[in-house]
């Protein structure tokens, strides 16, 4: 932790136990970040297994969610989907069902825009904040502190979250009211599935006219074509085979659906990234949902099918 980042926890002491809802990949990371920088923490999950590796980290582990609403003023959230949250807060045992003072939520889910607005609607109501904080970096930066953050919310109220969002991340952009943050995550992955596929290209057509894979990220890397896809994925997951991003197929395929269903809401034309859309969602004949989303690069849209 940066020195910096340290002081700034240490002088805002207010978000006391932190609740984590979800711990999977990112939140079992996120959990592990949380207890080293000071916090304590309160874990809810389904899974047995993730139970214990949390409480194994140091956090204390409740059986259900409004053990967690009473022991917490704030609670972050790790789901898989906007359903997942709209239960977690507004469900038979969700936030909204309990009568307690206001609680601090923190939404890190890549979810939808809309669902973010109507549930912060209700939950303002109840005199509960919500902001959504969806996050780039995947479970290393989960684990280190080094999440991308991008922020939906009034400025006072990610004020208030901010010790434990540098606690988190370690680029933080206030992008606008609740429900922005979330809407910046789905162009965030409509670009990041897009550009796997144009690099797979690129690769592709250099290896064709005799460049080798090495020799044409080293000099796309020093040009105006470079991205996150040539100077991270490629050289770190992709090139060397390895495959083991901690983000899978089915995670980015939903992702994408959620960027296709909000340009159809918006009524925004996508022509290109509607190609890539329709790429990821054939996909699926070949690679399945629990393999690492950077095996798109190997599946060839001529023929759908994957290379050896």
């Not at 080293?36 to 899974?47: A, K, N, P, Q, T």
């Not at 902001?131 to 208030?160: F, K």
């Not at 992955?189 to 080293?218: D, F, K, Q, W, Y």
Request: aromatic letters at 4%; proline letters at 4%.
């Amino acid at each position: 932790m940066s020195e910096s980042k340290e002081a700034f926890i240490v002088s805002n002491p207010e978000t006391g136990t932190i609740g984590v809802v979800g711990l999977g990949n990112m939140g079992l990371g996120m959990v592990r970040t949380l207890l080293r920088d000071g916090f304590s923490v309160v874990g809810f999950d389904l899974s047995p297994e993730r139970q214990a590796e949390a409480a194994a980290a140091g956090a204390t582990i409740v059986a259900r969610l409004p053990e967690l609403f009473e022991a917490c003023q704030t609670i972050v959230l790790s789901l898989p989907t906007a359903n997942h949250v709209r239960t977690v807060l507004t469900g038979d045992e969700g936030l909204g069902a309990r009568d307690m003072d206001p609680r601090l939520v923190i939404d890190t889910t890549t979810s939808e825009p809309d669902v973010t607005r109507e549930l912060d609607a209700v939950l303002w109501t109840q005199g509960h904040i919500l902001i959504d904080a969806p996050v780039s970096g995947g479970p290393a930066g989960a684990n280190s502190g080094n999440l991308t953050m991008m922020v939906g919310g009034g400025d006072a109220d990610v004020a208030r979250a901010m010790p434990v969002l540098n606690s988190l991340g370690g680029k933080i952009t206030h992008v606008g009211p609740v429900g922005a943050g979330h809407a910046v995550k789905i162009v965030n992955n409509m670009l990041v599935a897009s550009h796997l596929l144009t690099m797979s290209e690129a690769v592709r057509l250099g290896n064709a006219a005799g460049v080798t894979t090495e020799n044409l990220i080293a000099a796309l890397n020093a040009g105006s074509g470079r991205s996150a896809i040539s100077e991270v994925n490629y050289p770190k997951w992709v090139m060397n085979g390895a495959f083991d991003s901690g983000f899978t197929m089915g995670l980015m395929r939903k992702d994408v659906r959620l960027a296709m269903a909000l340009a159809r809401e918006k009524d925004v034309s996508l022509p290109v990234s509607g190609l890539a859309g329709q790429i990821w969602a054939a996909s699926a004949e070949v690679l399945a949902d629990d393999a690492d989303f950077n095996r798109i690069t190997e599946c060839d849209p001529a023929d759908k099918g994957a290379k050896s």
